[in-house]
């Protein structure tokens, strides 16, 4: 047996209240085998966390990765024009390589930032399944399947590719990589492919995922043509299953609300991209208050411009009060909680969890600077004034992943390298 401990440290409970204590973690299992004073003896290797807090690690319930080339290339406008005049027009020169390294480049910001799990939906996705197995982290994948500008069977074709990609790359990279089936969205795929596709989803056995009730303007179509609101139409096309989860869920009226709380379907929250799109503020209070559970994501680095669960799960605080008209809303323990065991649940992968027997998957914080100065509460500081680079060491599985800054798994300088020349050439070719 292998085994590390860190020493030193703090630890966060799973009821979110503080310790001193050591963790001890065995590598081969990948989980904690104890929790207690001085095990630095206990184990062969030891790691410093001195003035540190052992957090689970974060988990990106939603996220498009390789979008890390798109970061600062088209910002200020609302999400139609965005999509239309500046991304599509990009996304159609993307090419696997580029792919890879834009995948790539957001993996190694997210173990930077001490993200140990996270789900996709992009294109190439066995690129990106690539670059996870060599990062480490765990991942929820799925072909982003879209059916509008398409002929039917092309977007039939397209579809046969996400369900063959979830069929083939579930359980990869010994079992750290799940996959979903992933409609792009309830108006962006037709009512004929996802008559013909959930069934055929369900016989693997995946969840579903999609982007639901973003804007405004994504709800008005639905309503006109079907009749019901987005999440009833989804309802009545199998959609919302337990282990389903929805991107967004920004604009749902009271019956969506209930809906979700009933079917057991999650929703992803994603205050950043909400925000920098104008797309509305999402009603997170109201939605944990239902029953509903609800997970943190970035959303692609283009509409965010990080992928930084911290920063995320201080602007879910910041938005959340504004959204419910309560300062009490959305607290310090709930954005903590949505950005681990909330966004773990909500895509259906194990959350770490600082009590022996549960995955490692941890990040530790340096709270030496500055803006973590005094320590009154470090659930407050992990909510409201931590950042992705007060993250020092990142673990996934038992396996280090970044100790002391320094990521392991990831070249940083040859990543940095290949995503910026495959993103000068992208835009090229899409301004050409
Ligand atoms: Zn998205």
Redesign the pocket.
Known sequence: MSTLALTGGRILRPDLTVDRADVLVDQETGKIAEIGPDLADAADETMDATNSLITPGFVNG???VAMTLLRGYADDKPLDAWLSEDIWPAEAELTPEAIEAGAELGLLEMIRAGTTGFAD?YFSMERVADAVERAGLRARLGHGVISVGKEHEAAREDAETGLAFAREYDGAAEGRIRTAFMPHSLTTVSTEIYEEYVPKARELDVPIHL?AN?TADEVTPIVDEHGVRPLAYARDLGLLEPQDFL??GVHVDETEIELLAETDASVVH?PA?NMKLASGMAPVQTLRDAGVTVGL?T??AA?NNDLSLLDEARDAAMVGKLAADDAAAVAADTVVELATTGSAEAIGLPAGRLEPGAPADLAVVDLTGAHLTPAHDLVSHLAYAAAASDVRHTICDGRVLMRDREVLTLDANDVRERATAEATALVERAEA
């Open positions: 939603h996220c498009h939906m982007h973003e991107a967004h994603c991209s994501g959303d692609g509409s």
